[in-house]
T-cell receptor, first 109, second 115 residues
Framework: KQEVTQIPAALSVPEGENLVLNCSFT??????LQWFRQDPGKGLTSLLL?????REQTSGRLNASLDKSSGRSTLYIAASQPGDSATYLC????????FGKGTRLHILP | GAVVSQHPSWVICKSGTSVKIECRSL??????MFWYRQFPKQSLMLMAT?????????EQGVEKDKFLINHASLTLSTLTVTSAHPEDSSFYIC???????????FGSGTRLTVV
């Protein structure tokens, strides 16, 4: 049974710092892995999608990596800003979409 | 890009009534649609997976007679919460995807409050 774990559960950092969010999954037989952002009371916004054959994707200040063999992904956020404060979720797709519980990120002005 | 429209964004209903939530893929054919619910400060929990033209597959613990899912076309899925009770109050989110190696696009969610 696929399980997705995100560490840390919560993170507070001063504005301007670079940070890394971690995601691990137990079954490497996935189609893809996706990182999302969720603001309180809102739906999900897709940030980056990594296919199983890819190792990383970049969008602006965000970079996501995927190491399927070890069951790990990281989301790197450069030069963090207060507007980056949100919950970040990773999800893997095999027959279903399985979400981690998220990392609540707070960027201190 | 892929867009999924979910309506209504919020609804308040009386206990015992039924509520229908719609999820539409606007610019792609969604062979698979997923329905989730999220309690405050909790992660998303998958309720059911629906493939167009087939019966939905419900996750363990989700009452199929209470949460009716219809996926009659490649662009529309509906979730009907029947005989709603206050404990059904939650945030419901749909997502849609094309082929398995595509990403998934989420609706903006529906906040259901049962009074």
């Amino acid at each position: 049974k696929q399980e997705v774990t995100q560490i840390p559960a919560a993170l507070s950092v001063p504005e301007g710092e670079n940070l890394v969010l971690n995601c691990s999954f137990t079954d490497s037989a996935i189609y893809n892995l996706q990182w999302f952002r969720q603001d309180p009371g809102k739906g999900l916004t897709s940030l980056l999608l990594i296919q199983s054959s890819q190792r990383e994707q970049t969008s602006g200040r965000l970079n996501a990596s995927l190491d399927k063999s070890s069951g790990r992904s990281t989301l790197y956020i450069a030069a963090s800003q207060p507007g980056d404060s949100a919950t970040y979720l990773c999800a893997v797709r095999d027959d279903k979409i399985i979400f981690g519980k998220g990392t609540r990120l707070h960027i201190l002005p | 890009g892929a867009v999924v429209s979910q309506h209504p964004s919020w609804v308040i209903c009386k206990s015992g009534t039924s509520v229908k939530i719609e999820c539409r893929s606007l610019d792609f054919q969604a062979t698979t649609m997923f329905w989730y619910r999220q309690f405050p400060k909790q992660s998303l929990m998958l309720m059911a997976t629906s493939n167009e033209g087939s019966k939905a597959t419900y996750e363990q613990g989700v009452e199929k007679d209470k949460f009716l899912i219809n996926h009659a076309s490649l662009t529309l899925s509906t979730l009907t919460v029947t005989s709603a009770h206050p404990e059904d109050s939650s945030f419901y989110i749909c997502s849609a995807s094309g082929k398995p190696n595509y990403g998934y696009t989420f609706g903006s969610g529906t906040r259901l409050t049962v009074v």
